[in-house]
Nanobody, 115 residues
Framework: QVQLVESGGGLVQPGGSLRLSCAASGSIFSIYAMGWYRQAPGKQRELVAHHGGSTNYAESVKGRFTISRDNAKKTVYLQMNSLKPEDTAVYYC???????????WGQGTQVTVSS
């Protein structure tokens, strides 16, 4: 069994920064891809950033968010700068195989951007 544990969410003012972390633990040797998704109230879950064979971002966060990984620690990070109220959502970590032979989700961490 594999677990993804997110941390780093919280309340921040517009223009501020947060860094999310997601660590994988359990019976998995390596992870092909990891990414971050978010879901705002009343909206569908959407991709924020993905780090696998390549790195890609949602248009709305390009230039403000940066995804990075530490493969040795099986951890993925999301550095979020210049945060906007519309970034408010629950952020979920995901890890999957190249053909989705495994697909794991974290429990989510709340990010609130408000003055």
């Amino acid at each position: 069994q594999v677990q993804l544990v997110e941390s780093g969410g919280g309340l921040v003012q517009p223009g501020g920064s947060l860094r999310l972390s997601c660590a994988a633990s359990g019976s998995i040797f390596s992870i092909y891809a990891m990414g971050w998704y978010r879901q705002a109230p009343g909206k569908q879950r959407e991709l924020v950033a993905h780090h696998g064979g390549s790195t890609n971002y949602a248009e709305s966060v390009k230039g403000r968010f940066t995804i990075s990984r530490d493969n040795a620690k099986k951890t993925v990070y999301l550095q979020m700068n210049s945060l906007k109220p519309e970034d408010t959502a629950v952020y979920y970590c995901n890890a999957h195989g190249a053909k989705y032979e495994y697909d794991y989700w974290g429990q989510g961490t709340q990010v609130t951007v408000s003055s």
